[in-house]
């Protein structure tokens, strides 16, 4: 059972592009959002994380925007360079209840070419 | 970076054999988690503890037991390997539930 849904699977951008992943839920008891950036061979890292009480988050080339109505959320890399070439997931964290866990989406390869 | 050590860091085995993958924290962290990273699956929650002696299910845990008998050292053990358990675990911690996750490097599993 999934309860976040990323797209795409994979994503190939030029450098200087935006890369755009997707990620939609269906528990609305979710409360924080956060994405995980995965270079190969190395496990997951926290890159920049989101609650729904805002509709957007920027940190530098990274921006988290968020649409509760719609419970959809979407990581946009600006100005993509090819050091960001890495596995992406969105993740989701109930607000309460035993199950307070990060539920993780299936993640998106993204491949930035120089 | 957080220092966790998982172990080993690569292992083939062989069906029906008892594998146990540790993961070692020197950050007192209370939180100690357990993934499995399977191609289009993601990252999935196998067992979590939430102190010593203190731990429960995860979102896939059949064929898994865990034990945390020391703040530092949580154990992954797979009793009876299946080819199905083939995977990279990944081993991480946290301060609050969950709050930031600190991930190990992983150990990849083979099991023939």
């Known amino acids: 059972q999934q309860q976040v849904k990323q797209s795409p699977q994979s994503l190939i951008v030029q450098k200087g592009g935006i890369s755009i992943i997707n990620c939609a839920y269906e528990n609305t008891a979710f409360d924080y959002f956060p994405w995980y950036q995965q270079f190969p061979g190395k496990g997951p890292a926290l890159l920049i994380a989101i609650r729904p009480d805002v509709s957007e988050k920027k940190e530098g080339r990274f921006t988290i925007s968020f649409n509760k109505s719609a419970k959809q959320f979407s990581l946009h890399i600006m100005d993509s360079q090819p050091g960001d070439s890495a596995t992406y997931f969105c993740a989701a964290r109930a607000s309460s209840g035993s199950a307070r866990q990060l539920t993780f989406g299936s993640g998106t390869q993204l491949t930035v070419l120089p | 970076d957080a220092g966790i050590t998982q172990s080993p860091r690569h292992k083939v085995t062989e069906t029906g054999t008892p594998v146990t993958l540790r993961c070692h924290q020197t950050e007192n962290h209370r939180y100690m988690y357990w993934y499995r990273q399977d191609p289009g699956h993601g990252l999935r929650l196998i067992h979590y503890?939430?102190?010593?002696?203190?731990?429960d299910k995860g979102e896939v845990s059949d064929g898994y037991s865990v034990s945390r008998s020391k703040t530092e050292d949580f154990l992954l053990t797979l009793e009876s390997a299946t080819s199905s358990q083939t995977s990279v675990y990944f081993c991480?911690?946290?301060?609050?539930?969950?709050?930031?996750?600190?991930f190990g490097e992983g150990s990849r599993l083979t099991v023939l």
């Open positions: 503890s939430y102190g010593v002696k203190d731990t």
């Open positions: 991480a911690i946290s301060e609050a539930s969950p709050g930031e996750l600190f």
